[in-house]
């Protein structure tokens, strides 16, 4: 079982930035963590993820040199450091997290992740 916690959300001027966090609570070995995002009347899109123990990252067109995935071991935390954010990237961001192994491809979807955090929003106003 693993249980993720979110923090960070809130709301921000348009270029500005925010850090996500992603804590895990688990005995069990994850092998990626991801980042998701749903705006209003729009489906669930990948942000960014983390497979581990490589830390390989990938990111969506959308955030790429905006957006850092990173972690931090002896927290057991995942951020998401968002910066020059624009009016876009308002959403609940999702944290998620993965137990089984899937190729590397397959980071980009929601395929690799078996848990969901509870979302946190983050609103960007002109």
């Known amino acids: 079982q693993v249980h993720l916690v979110e923090s960070g959300g809130g709301l921000v001027q348009a270029g500005g930035s925010l850090r996500l966090s992603c804590t895990t609570s688990?005995?069990?070995?994850?092998?990626?963590v991801g980042w998701f995002r749903q705006a209003p009347g729009k489906e669930r899109e990948f942000v960014a993820a983390?497979?581990?123990?490589?830390?390989?990252?990938y990111y969506a067109d959308s955030v790429k040199g905006r957006f850092t995935i990173s972690r931090d071991n002896a927290k057991n935390t995942v951020y998401l450091q968002m910066d020059s954010l624009n009016l876009d990237d308002t959403a609940v961001y999702y944290c998620?997290?993965?137990?089984?192994?899937?190729?590397?491809?397959?980071?980009?979807?929601?395929?690799?992740?078996?848990?969901w955090g509870q979302g946190t929003q983050v609103t960007v106003s002109s």
């Open positions: 998620a997290a993965g137990t089984v192994r899937y190729n590397s491809g397959s980071y980009y979807s929601a395929l690799p992740y078996n848990y």
């Open positions: 688990t005995h069990t070995s994850i092998y990626g």
């Open positions: 983390l497979r581990l123990p490589a830390r390989v990252t």
